[in-house]
């Protein structure tokens, strides 16, 4: 279980004074200067962000670390405790208080970090699509392909179906459902075919809307 995540209880809203959160990312967000941008700064409103975190420790202070050093003040984690995403990832949702300008902010330093972004603010997934992926894929490491495609594609892998009918070793296939931002399905597949050319799969014609 990632550091911190273990000490809320299923369901529960914690203060970060009370959540297991990192000492040095509460530190740095409530140390946050008001007056750094000359005193014009507006007023901040709270925040809340849905993260998908990787089961291992150390993930929880990568996550608030990109919050406290853009300005972000902490104000409650929540975990879902036993409940995974589908890729066996944590969810949790942070709030913390933030100018509009820092929020935006925030959000890009949590996905330059490589932090699965699931929800930010009013922002949601809303169009999904379903693809086939054939070939290698133990070989050239499904797992890598899937966080690559989350990485790259501004979308979440919902659910993902993998068929291996001759074994591991020979070629299969892979059902993915991804959950992609409103506007940028086009984006999304368009980084799918991307990685997939790299690594020698084959695409099978994504749908929008299709059901899993």
Do not use: C, W
């Amino acid at each position: 279980m990632p550091d911190g995540l273990h000490e809320p209880r299923g369901g529960d809203r914690v203060s970060d004074t009370r959540d297991g959160a990192p000492e040095e990312a509460a530190d740095a967000a409530d140390s946050t200067d008001p007056a750094a941008d000359g005193g014009h700064d507006p007023a901040p409103s709270t925040h809340t962000v849905r993260l998908e975190l990787v089961d291992e420790p150390g993930q929880l202070l990568a996550a608030l670390q990109p919050i406290a050093n853009n300005g972000g003040n902490l104000l409650s984690i929540y975990h879902e405790r036993g409940n995974k995403t589908p890729r066996g990832r944590i969810p949790v949702e942070v709030d913390f208080e933030a100018t509009a300008e820092r929020f935006e902010g925030i959000v890009e330093a949590l996905r330059e970090e490589g932090i699965a972004v699931m929800q930010a603010g009013t922002e949601r997934y809303a169009e999904e699509i379903t693809l086939v992926l054939f070939g290698h894929l133990i070989d050239t490491d499904l797992s890598d392909t899937l966080s690559r495609i989350e990485a790259s594609a501004s979308a979440s892998v919902a659910d993902v179906s993998l068929a291996a009918p001759q074994g591991t070793e020979e070629v299969s296939s892979a059902r993915l459902r991804l959950e992609a931002r409103s506007g940028e399905t086009s984006e999304a597949i368009a980084a799918v075919r991307g990685i997939a050319e790299e690594k020698e799969l084959r695409v099978v014609a994504p749908l929008a809307g299709v059901d899993a």
